[in-house]
């Protein structure tokens, strides 16, 4: 995407609502509030006036109108916003009349946010923040946007920075002073309980997974044998009809998901087929996905059939490296269903009839304390996107690297060492080196955003 000049203008407010918000961002943005509405309002005050189409006087609507000069505004520029009556006709209307002004066209996707980056009113974890406020769907997605939204994300990453900026300059001091006898040495005995430090900070960061979790949901994955109920159960717990039930052997060969909300979390429940020796290669591929999906979970439910006898007393063969394994005992309506005692290799057990929703809120309950406990704390800054994943983990390495040298290195490698680390760490926030990834951030906002 490449952003042009000159002022643009969008609807920033959805559709179909009673209000619509148009907003003006450039330097013609006060020429083109006069020209529609006469005069300009006194800055950051909102005041009533009367639209009209510049080029034959008619009278376009009548709404309020709000005047933020630059730089003290949203996008670092002049801008101003109308509010006007949110009918089709209406929006259309002022838009052509704003359009038909010299030096505004439409804003092009993600522009607003765009040009408040470029103008330092935000980083790029902030834009990105903002995207996920807009796309939030539960309150955890809400709390953890607005955490990244406000800066808190970028403040973290630019106080590592700022403390990387003074390990480097004391290593440099060495370099300056090469000549002294001390200097170096204790230049390197200062900084490195500082770059010690730094590195532990990011290597906790880039464990802490809670704030992957809330942005892109929990993944619980229901896994069991065939015919014991697990198409039934993603059923019943997502109150809908999402897969095919039949009492054949098999018949789930593909992996289906629901999204969840569960207690302000989001929660993907995944159906998978039933794992057992495949009887044909359509099967055997939908078995392959099931182990693959399984071994991506936070949580695997394994469903037995209680009708037919007590569960395995070993852990079912399944590759799920962290994920809790609970017990979910299903057709307990089975005139022959025995409730299970629990087994070894279970975390919890649950006793439920998916044909009739016995013990189903006990289970959903248990599900969204899980969650709610493995997404505790994750409010505060998280590294919960690849990008910033990616630039943690260079500037981990490049820390990594200087501590297991930190007697051999020059001061000079040493020194370059700290400095790629700073710039990966720059790139996270958009400080240093952003131009590619502009088009990739931006790519997320809807126009007028």
């Not at 809908?240 to 969840?260: C, F, K, W």
Request: negative net charge.
């Amino acid at each position: 995407m490449t952003s042009g000049g000159g002022t643009i203008a969008a609807v920033s407010s959805g559709s179909g609502g009673a209000v619509a918000v148009i907003r003006i961002s450039g330097p013609a943005a006060g020429p083109a509030v006069r020209a529609l509405a006469g005069r300009l309002p006194e800055p950051r005050r909102a005041a009533l006036a009367r639209l009209r189409n510049p080029g034959d006087g008619e009278l376009l609507d009548e709404g309020l109108v709000l005047w933020f000069p630059g730089p003290r505004s949203a996008t670092g520029e002049d801008m101003a916003e109308l509010q006007i009556h949110g009918g089709r006709a209406v929006v259309t209307a002022v838009l052509a009349a704003l359009f038909a002004l010299p030096g505004l066209r439409p804003a092009e996707p993600g522009e607003f946010t765009r040009r408040a980056f470029l103008n330092g009113r935000m980083d790029l974890t902030q834009a990105e923040g903002l995207a996920d406020l807009i796309a939030a769907e539960t309150e955890g997605q809400r709390r953890l946007a607005f955490a990244h939204a406000f800066g808190h994300l970028g403040q973290r990453v630019e106080e590592w920075r700022r403390r990387l900026i003074r390990a480097m300059a004391l290593i440099e001091a060495g370099i300056d002073f090469a000549e002294e006898d001390d200097v170096p040495a204790e230049a390197r005995a200062l900084a490195r309980p500082e770059v010690t430090a730094l590195l532990a900070e990011l290597q906790a960061a880039l464990a802490d997974r809670r704030g992957a979790m809330v942005r892109e949901g929990a993944l619980v994955a229901i896994a069991g044998v065939p015919n014991a109920g697990k198409s039934s159960l993603l059923n019943a717990l997502a109150a809908r009809d999402v897969a095919i039930v039949s009492d054949e052997p098999g018949t789930t060969r593909d992996v289906l998901e629901v999204a969840l909300d569960l207690g302000g979390h989001k929660v993907t429940l995944v159906d998978t087929a039933g794992l057992r020796m495949a009887e044909g290669k359509v099967e055997a591929e939908g078995i392959r996905r099931a182990r693959a999906r399984i071994a991506e979970a936070d949580l695997v439910l394994w469903v037995h059939d209680a009708a037919g006898g007590p569960p395995p007393v070993e852990r079912p063969e399944i590759e799920a490296e962290g994920a809790e394994l609970w017990l979910v005992a299903n057709k307990l309506d089975a005139p022959s269903a025995a409730a299970p005692m629990g087994s070894g290799w279970a975390g919890q057990s649950f006793s439920v009839s998916a044909k009739f929703g016995t013990g189903l809120d006990a289970l959903t309950e248990a599900v969204g304390a899980f969650v709610a406990e493995r997404a505790r704390g994750s409010e505060h800054p998280a590294l919960i996107r690849e990008r910033h994943r990616a630039s943690a983990a260079e500037a981990a390495g490049r820390l990594g690297f200087a501590l297991d040298r930190w007697d051999h290195l020059d001061d000079e490698l040493m020194a370059e060492e700290l400095r790629l680390a700073g710039r990966a760490l720059g790139r996270m926030t958009g400080a240093i080196g952003v131009e590619d990834l502009l088009d990739v951030v931006f790519r997320e906002f809807c126009i007028g955003k």
